[in-house]
Each structure stands twice: as structure tokens, then as C-alpha cells.
């Protein structure tokens, strides 16, 4: 097995500078700033035109520009450093991983996942979930810890959002050319892309396999678009949340059994598998089915394959917990079931939800059963899941139910802006130099307090004005290809006040989520944008699922009141949310804005990407920001379920916040036009949120708590047998036969 780089595409590109290749091919360059500052000096106009692709960029810049950098004495300078950081990252022994466990090193996680969020040149990822397992994998990089990930290589990857004129939401494909981004065939010693095929599935399906690497991390990506499968088969991997259940079924075997199946033929060795939802659960039965087939005995092979699983939960919302029927499940598991040594009924048992007893297979039922280790992603939400699944425990009180709880994590480095790093760097340096390999440790980021008020303030307005320029430039470019209608000008951004109190709120966009909720009352909310001395602002931005018509019904109302001339322009949509537009956003509104229904909301990670950046959080007391709100960090409110009201309370709880604290607080300005007790808690959001709310610390707590511990149990081939101590919370084994 092998992955090389197509060199003989980049013969253009000198000798002395040849090393940009290899780092385009590594999405290292993707987080460390000063390293995409290399292609962006080489050829500026082509790395805007390729979105920030340096393949596609490398592959069309004239050989002028090359030659032009490899004469460039400053450019070779920046070069030589960042080729030797990147070689220097490379080398296993610096990380923090080999430091803390030197003898340890054979502990190596699986880790699986329908999406991943890492670039916008890799459009693999459909929001939150994508992006969380993105900056886990980068995490894992940074820290060293020995992880390998497998995810699909979507063709279309999940959707382009246009808004039509009247506000619905048109959803686009747009093919992703893989010969020009920052991913590779992975090649037998033949040369020919590897071909695995899906074990004991009728009618066959095969999977070819692509890599990613992810810094010192491998993701290895499923594709079924190839000419070896049947044309109904091809489609499985086009697009993420297929529509059709059996075509979500078939995704979610192929992701599990077959990615299961993939490490096995490439020999990858690893001593557990770490499950980011239940969409790749099926891997649980494949690691099982072969221990049963190498004639290990049924409770010991399914006491090492439950023993070696780490189970990550990310929702109390129903409808997100995949459930198939029984007449589907039959189509695809009735042979498979055999191999399992259970009868039909066991293994249909195996996904039983108490909650609604043969309802069918699901998945997050099943993935609890066969885990042993299990966690939702923050404090309420592991309340939540105690509560949600303790009839899978039904001994346990809730409190004693065995789901634990990590709060979820962003990847810092991606996340927070250059500027303000440099800001950082500024005053960081002189006590604390390495502060970037060490940035979950609370105390470094008291230095925060030391930047003067009108600096940080200072680079806050210019992030905000980018983000109003970025929002403009995309509104020019739609009008000039489609000649809009005047009041979407309007709509989309055009008419932003850059001196406003600007509020944001970009989610999925979700019934409970209520993006609406600030409409509840228009005439409150016109006398709240509309005030002459205190105006403010909102941008919305997000995408409903493809089949979700009530979201795409709220998204619509709310473009439709973008529209209404009694707001003035002060109201915002932009269409087509993703991860280059997030930065933009997170990094330059005054506020983030989340209104979920109480206890819907698992996390919630985009506000923490906000508050580190100094956006103060204005959000129900739910998911994450349970944890973080200390008071003087943003604002939060209890927030109520749908009433005979319906959410008329919480929205007028939104209006006071904001009409008579957030407002008066922000327009509070002394004669240098600073608002500084503003600016006080900007600092302290970066100080409260930077630290505690980082995928560093998250990914620490997973070696700590979990990782170690499941490699006491014995390993088959193909896993590896780390012999590690730990202790494993119980968990309800299911019998078998």
C-alpha cells in the first residue's frame, strides 16, 4: 500500500521551492497561518480564484511566479522557516503524546466518522458534527496521539445553498475535481488504486480508498463511484444524510463494515475504535464477525470488541438517531446475522430502543449496547443522555446510567483569527513564548488582560469590516451572475451599518434551534434595530437538511423580513454557510446569538469559536455554555419549552437582554470612542472560553479517561494489543448465543 504524489504534474515548480508540493498535499499548512501565507504571497489573485486550494493553485500559476519566488530572498526566508516547522511537526517524538507516554506509543485510535469539517478545499462535512471531528483530528495531530480516521469521499459533498427570491432554499451540487485538491489515491504495490470490497453484503459493493493526511494523522476516505459497483451502488457515496433510508442504510454499512474492512487490507493496526455518532456502528459487528470466524468463543470475542469501543454521542434530538426497519434491515443482514452466530431475533435485539420497542434497528441503541465506553459531548447534555437512554439500564437510577460526559472542544489554531494572534503573540511572547503548545493551560491567557483596550478594540473593527466587505463582495458577484431583484440586495447584507451592534446566529437550520425567535414580536424588534442612537444589527446564516421542510420554511420567513423595508437594511442572510464563511463570522460580529429549545442543545461549539475570538455569547443556559457562562462573559438566560405562548417569553426575555443591557453597554463610549467595560469582557471571554473550550483539552480528557483503558483487552490481528491498564465503567452486554 502506497500513496504518492502525482510530482510529474508539478515539474513547473523549481527545485529550490519543490517542498510546497509536499505541504500542499498536508493539511498542516491548513491551521498554521504563516504557512498559507506561502501560496497566498506566490500568487495572490489564483489563491483567492482557487478558494484557498494550494493544489489547484500550484497546478495553475505560471512558471513566472515560481521563478519569481525562487529569486526572492524574503520569500526563501519564510520558505526555509516554515519547511523546517513542518519537518520538525513530522517527527513523532517532539509530541505531547510520546512525552507524557513514552512507553505507550502502541496505543493507536480508530476513529469514525460520516463527515469531516478540515477545509473548504475538502467539502466533506455538513456542519457541526463534521467540524468537531475535524479538529479532533487535528488535535490528535498536534498532541501526537496515534490516531488513523476513515470518513466517505463525497463526490457532490453535502450541498451549495442558493436563496431564490422569494427565500427558499435551492440546494446545489458541485462536483469536487479530486485530481486538483489536497487528497490521494491510496495505490497497491501495482500502482492501481485500491479496490475493497464490502464483506458478506448482496449484491456486492466495493469501495476504492483515497487519503487525506491530516498533519501526522492518515484519513482514509471510502469512495463506491466506481465502475466495479452497480450503478444503484455508485450513488452511496455522493453526498452526505442520503434522503432515502435505505440509502442512509447503505451509507452507514459501507462506512462501518467496509471501513472496517479497509484498515484490515491495508494493515493498519490499532487497538480501538472510537465511534463519533452511531452512523459508522455497523464497524462494531465486523470486528466482531471476525473474531467469532477466527473461532474465538462468543462472550470473549464480544467482551474485547465492546471493551475496545469508545462511543461519542452528539444529540437528544429523536428524529437524529438513525433507525431502520426491520424488512430493511432483513434485505441487507439476514446473511450477515448467520456469520454473528444470533438468531434473527438477537440480532434485531441488539438495536431495540426501549422507548419504542420494535420500532426497528437503532443505531445509537445498538452502539451503546456493544461500547463500553460511552459519553455525550457536555455536562448537560451527559444529564441528558443518562436520562434519555436509562431504560437500556433499567437497574441503574439515572444518575448511575454509564454515559459520561466531554464537552466538546474547537481546534484553536484553526479558529482563532491571525490577528488576534498576533495581538497575543505581542504580549505572550516575552513571558511565554511557546504559549501556541499550550494553550489549554487557563493561566497563560490572564495575559490578555495586559493588550490596552483600544488595540484589541482596534483589531475587532477591523475583523468586523471584513467580515461586512466579505459579505458585500459575495452579494456583488451573485448579482453580477444573476441580476437579483433590488430588495435582496438589501436581503443579503448589502445595507449592513458598519457602526451598529452587530448580532450573529449561524446554525443548521433546525426547528428547535428557533432562529426565529427574535420575530416573535416585529414591532419590539423595530423599535430595537431602528433606534437612532442605539441601532442593532443581525446577520443570520445556515442551511436546513435537504428534506427538512420546516427549517427551510423558518429560513424563508426570516429572508422574507430581510426584505421588509421597516427594518432598514439591519436585517442580514447570507446564503451558502460553510467553514470559510463561519471564520468570517465568528470572527468579526459583536455578538453570538443561540436561542435552542432548552435541553435540545447538545453543545453548541460555533459560540465557543466566537467567544475566543472576544464576540461575547448571548445564548439559552443549554449545551456547553451551561459550563461556560461565569457573568461576565456574555450573557444567558434559562430559556423555556413551547408554552400555550409559545416561545413569547423567551423572546421578550431576547429583547430585554438586548434593548437594555447589551445595547447601552456597547454605545457606552469614552472620549477615545472605546467602549471599554465592553472590551473588559471581550477579554475575559477570550480568557474564560480560549483555555477551558479548546479541542486540546478535550482530546486530553479522551487519553486520560478512555483511550488507555480500552487497550487492556486482548487484541486479534489487525488490532494491536497495547496491554495498557484501566478500569471500564459497566455497561448492558447483550447475551449471546
Keep these: 500500500m502506497k500513496t504518492e504524489i502525482p510530482y510529474d504534474r508539478f515539474a513547473h515548480v523549481p527545485e529550490r521551492i519543490f517542498g510546497l508540493v509536499d505541504l500542499a498535499y498536508n493539511l498542516w499548512w491548513s491551521w498554521h497561518s504563516s504557512a498559507s501565507v506561502l501560496f497566498k504571497m506566490l500568487n495572490r489573485a489564483e489563491w483567492k480564484m482557487s478558494r484557498h486550494n494550494p493544489v489547484r493553485m500550484l497546478l495553475d500559476t505560471p512558471p513566472r511566479f515560481f521563478e519569481r519566488a525562487a529569486a526572492n530572498p524574503e520569500y526563501l526566508r519564510r520558505y526555509d522557516i516554515i519547511m523546517h516547522r513542518f519537518r520538525e511537526y513530522m517527527v513523532p517524538g517532539t509530541s505531547w503524546f510520546a512525552q507524557h507516554y513514552p512507553s505507550r506509543t502502541p496505543l493507536t485510535i480508530a476513529y469514525l466518522s460520516s463527515e469531516f469539517g478540515l477545509h473548504h478545499?475538502?467539502?466533506?462535512?455538513?456542519?457541526?458534527?463534521?467540524?468537531?471531528?475535524?479538529?479532533?483530528?487535528?488535535?490528535?495531530?498536534?498532541?501526537?496521539?496515534?490516531?488513523?480516521?476513515?470518513?466517505?469521499?463525497?463526490?457532490?459533498?453535502?450541498?451549495?445553498?442558493?436563496?431564490?427570491?422569494?427565500?427558499?432554499?435551492?440546494?446545489?451540487?458541485?462536483?469536487?475535481?479530486?485530481?486538483?485538491?489536497?487528497?490521494?489515491?491510496?495505490?497497491?504495490?501495482?500502482?492501481?488504486?485500491?479496490?475493497?470490497?464490502?464483506?458478506?453484503?448482496?449484491?456486492?459493493?466495493?469501495?476504492?480508498?483515497?487519503?487525506?493526511?491530516?498533519?501526522?494523522?492518515?484519513?482514509?476516505?471510502?469512495?463506491?463511484?466506481?465502475d466495479r459497483n452497480l450503478p444503484e451502488n455508485?450513488?452511496?457515496?455522493?453526498?452526505?444524510?442520503?434522503?432515502?433510508?435505505?440509502?442512509?442504510?447503505?451509507?452507514?454499512?459501507?462506512?462501518?463494515?467496509?471501513?472496517?474492512?479497509?484498515?484490515?487490507t491495508l494493515g493498519v493496526e490499532y487497538s480501538a475504535m472510537h465511534l463519533n455518532e452511531g452512523h459508522s456502528a455497523f464497524s462494531i459487528l465486523e470486528r466482531l464477525r471476525e473474531r467469532l470466524s477466527a473461532g474465538m468463543p462468543p462472550d470473549e470475542a464480544l467482551e474485547r470488541v465492546r471493551g475496545t469501543s469508545v462511543f461519542t454521542t452528539h444529540t437528544p434530538v429523536a428524529a437524529a438517531h438513525d433507525v431502520f426497519p426491520e424488512d430493511l434491515m432483513a434485505k441487507y443482514f439476514r446473511n450477515y446475522c448467520a456469520s454473528l452466530d444470533l438468531t434473527w431475533d438477537e440480532f434485531m435485539a441488539l438495536g431495540d430502543d426501549p422507548h419504542n420497542p420494535g420500532a426497528g434497528f437503532n443505531m445509537t441503541a445498538f452502539a451503546l449496547r456493544m461500547s463500553r465506553f460511552h459519553n455525550g459531548v457536555s455536562q448537560r447534555h451527559g444529564e441528558v443522555a443518562r436520562e434519555m437512554w436509562q431504560p437500556?439500564?433499567?437497574?441503574?437510577?439515572?444518575?448511575?446510567?454509564?454515559?459520561?460526559?466531554?464537552?466538546?472542544?474547537?481546534?484553536?489554531?484553526?479558529?482563532?483569527?491571525?490577528?488576534?494572534?498576533?495581538?497575543?503573540?505581542?504580549?505572550?511572547?516575552?513571558?511565554?513564548?511557546?504559549?501556541?503548545?499550550?494553550?489549554d493551560?487557563?493561566?497563560?491567557?490572564?495575559?490578555?488582560?495586559?493588550?490596552?483596550?483600544?488595540?484589541?478594540?482596534?483589531?475587532?473593527?477591523?475583523?468586523?469590516?471584513?467580515?461586512?466587505?466579505?459579505?458585500?463582495?459575495?452579494?456583488?458577484?451573485?448579482?453580477?451572475?444573476?441580476?437579483?431583484?433590488?430588495?435582496?440586495?438589501?436581503?443579503?447584507?448589502?445595507?449592513?451599518?458598519?457602526?451598529?451592534?452587530?448580532?450573529?446566529?449561524a446554525r443548521r437550520f433546525a426547528e428547535y434551534k428557533r432562529a426565529d425567535l427574535i420575530f416573535e414580536d416585529l414591532d419590539r424588534l423595530d423599535r430595537i434595530v431602528n433606534n437612532r442612537w442605539r441601532p442593532v444589527?443581525?446577520?443570520?446564516?445556515?442551511?436546513?437538511?435537504?428534506?427538512?421542510?420546516?427549517?427551510?420554511?423558518?429560513?424563508?420567513?426570516?429572508?422574507?423580513?430581510?426584505?421588509?423595508?421597516?427594518?432598514?437594511?439591519?436585517?442580514?442572510?447570507?446564503?451558502?454557510?460553510?467553514?470559510?464563511?463561519a471564520r468570517y463570522m465568528v470572527h468579526g460580529v459583536d455578538?453570538?446569538?443561540?436561542?435552542?429549545?432548552?435541553?435540545?442543545?447538545?453543545?453548541?461549539?460555533?459560540?465557543?469559536?466566537?467567544?475566543?475570538?472576544?464576540?461575547?455569547?448571548?445564548?439559552?443556559?443549554?449545551?456547553?455554555?451551561?459550563?461556560?457562562?461565569?457573568?461576565?462573559?456574555?450573557?444567558?438566560?434559562?430559556?423555556?419549552?413551547p408554552t400555550a405562548e409559545g416561545h413569547q417569553p423567551d423572546a421578550e426575555t431576547l429583547y430585554d437582554l438586548i434593548e437594555n443591557e447589551i445595547a447601552p453597554l456597547y454605545f457606552s463610549r469614552t472620549?477615545?470612542?472605546?467602549?471599554?467595560?465592553?472590551?473588559?469582557?471581550?477579554?475575559?471571554?477570550?480568557?474564560?472560553?480560549?483555555?477551558?473550550?479548546?479541542?486540546?483539552?478535550?482530546?486530553?480528557?479522551?487519553?486520560t479517561r478512555y483511550y488507555p483503558s480500552v487497550c487492556r483487552y486482548a487484541a486479534e490481528p489487525g488490532e494491536q494489543l497495547a496491554g495498557l491498564e484501566g478500569v471500564c465503567p459497566p455497561g448492558p452486554a447483550p447475551r449471546m448465543r
Design 234 to 264: 455508485r450513488s452511496i457515496s455522493h453526498r452526505l444524510y442520503l434522503k432515502e433510508l435505505e440509502c442512509r442504510l447503505r451509507q452507514e454499512l459501507v462506512l462501518g463494515i467496509g471501513g472496517r474492512k479497509v484498515l484490515r
Design 537 to 581: 444589527q443581525f446577520i443570520f446564516a445556515g442551511k436546513a437538511h435537504p428534506a427538512d421542510d420546516r427549517g427551510k420554511r423558518i429560513l424563508q420567513r426570516i429572508y422574507q423580513y430581510s426584505q421588509d423595508p421597516r427594518f432598514g437594511g439591519r436585517i442580514a442572510f447570507v446564503e451558502d454557510y460553510g467553514e470559510q464563511l
Design 441 to 505: 493551560n487557563p493561566i497563560i491567557w490572564e495575559v490578555v488582560d495586559e493588550i490596552p483596550d483600544e488595540e484589541l478594540w482596534r483589531e475587532h473593527q477591523w475583523l468586523k469590516m471584513k467580515l461586512f466587505s466579505r459579505i458585500r463582495d459575495r452579494k456583488r458577484r451573485k448579482w453580477a451572475n444573476l441580476r437579483d431583484e433590488p430588495a435582496n440586495l438589501a436581503a443579503e447584507g448589502l445595507m449592513l451599518d458598519t457602526s451598529a451592534l452587530t448580532i450573529g446566529f
Design 671 to 703: 472620549m477615545d470612542d472605546v467602549p471599554h467595560k465592553w472590551v473588559r469582557m471581550m477579554k475575559e471571554s477570550i480568557k474564560s472560553i480560549a483555555p477551558q473550550y479548546c479541542s486540546l483539552r478535550m482530546l486530553k480528557e479522551y487519553v
Design 121 to 226: 478545499s475538502l467539502p466533506f462535512y455538513a456542519g457541526g458534527l463534521g467540524i468537531l471531528a475535524g479538529d479532533h483530528v487535528k488535535a490528535s495531530s498536534d498532541l501526537g496521539v496515534p490516531t488513523v480516521a476513515v470518513g466517505f469521499m463525497y463526490a457532490e459533498g453535502y450541498l451549495h445553498q442558493h436563496i431564490e427570491g422569494n427565500g427558499w432554499q435551492k440546494n446545489v451540487a458541485e462536483i469536487l475535481d479530486r485530481d486538483a485538491a489536497p487528497v490521494l489515491r491510496v495505490l497497491s504495490d501495482d500502482g492501481k488504486q485500491i479496490v475493497v470490497q464490502v464483506p458478506l453484503i448482496e449484491p456486492p459493493i466495493y469501495v476504492a480508498v483515497w487519503k487525506v493526511q491530516v498533519g501526522r494523522v492518515p484519513l482514509y476516505l471510502l469512495d463506491t463511484h466506481i
Design 591 to 641: 455578538v453570538w446569538m443561540n436561542t435552542p429549545v432548552p435541553l435540545m442543545e447538545a453543545s453548541g461549539t460555533s459560540g465557543m469559536k466566537a467567544g475566543m475570538n472576544g464576540a461575547l455569547n448571548l445564548s439559552v443556559l443549554d449545551g456547553w455554555w451551561v459550563e461556560g457562562y461565569n457573568g461576565r462573559n456574555g450573557w444567558g438566560f434559562e430559556g423555556r419549552a
Design 392 to 439: 437500556l439500564w433499567p437497574d441503574l437510577a439515572p444518575e448511575e446510567v454509564p454515559i459520561d460526559a466531554i464537552t466538546n472542544g474547537v481546534h484553536v489554531p484553526t479558529w482563532l483569527n491571525h490577528r488576534i494572534e498576533a495581538l497575543i503573540d505581542r504580549h505572550m511572547d516575552p513571558v511565554y513564548p511557546n504559549w501556541r503548545e499550550d494553550y
